[in-house]
């Protein structure tokens, strides 16, 4: 927005309308009939209001308990029968149960392996290696011949649990190195 120079450019030329010109005679606002007959509705209509709730907090007939749903209560409660006693034997079959104890051996797969990029130039390999080198992990370029050329992949491992390598995938991630996948050590 460009500045404008306020003192030395010409005041305007004066105008009948102009809102800044405080005009000597106001006409004063009439209130029309219809506002008029809506203020004197909501007026009663308060006022009838205020009365019925003092009306209910000083009437007689509010202040006294009802005892007829008392003495109905009672005569229900009179010609219902006994609740019949049930026996559950769930408890006393679980005192006498035995539990099996299996002999569980725990499998584990690993070692595990986690590769993080293939690449066709060895150069790339290298500036991921470096990538995350700064990240605090060490990691290895691995060749592999393919049908037309050979592929260098960035791996990290071995882990002895996959745990281990999710905590490592976890740190690339934070240091925006995605693409990593764990996989079986062959």
Not at 100 to 118: A, D, F, I, L
Not at 154 to 181: F, M, S, T, W
């Amino acid at each position: 927005m460009s500045n404008q120079d306020y003192i030395s450019r010409t005041p305007p030329k004066k105008k009948k309308n102009s809102p800044y010109k405080k005009k000597s005679a106001e006409p004063t606002p009439t209130v029309s009939v219809k506002a008029k007959l809506i203020g004197a509705i909501v007026i009663i209509l308060i006022a009838a209001f205020s009365y019925s709730l003092w009306f209910l907090k000083t009437s007689t007939i509010t202040k006294t308990p009802i005892e007829s749903q008392s003495k109905i209560t009672t005569t229900k409660e009179q010609h219902l029968p006994e609740p019949p006693t049930e026996k559950w034997t769930y408890v006393e079959n679980l005192k006498t149960k035995e539990i099996e104890v299996g002999q569980y051996e725990v499998k584990q797969n690993g070692p595990y392996k986690m590769q993080c990029g293939s690449f066709k130039k060895q150069s790339q390999a290298e500036a991921l290696k470096a990538k995350m080198a700064f990240a605090g992990i060490e990691s290895q370029i691995q060749t592999a011949q393919g049908k037309n050329s050979t592929w260098y992949k960035v791996v990290l491992g071995p882990y002895a649990r996959k745990r281990a390598a999710e905590e490592d995938k976890h740190k690339l991630r934070n240091n925006k190195i995605n693409g990593c996948q764990i996989w079986l050590w062959k």
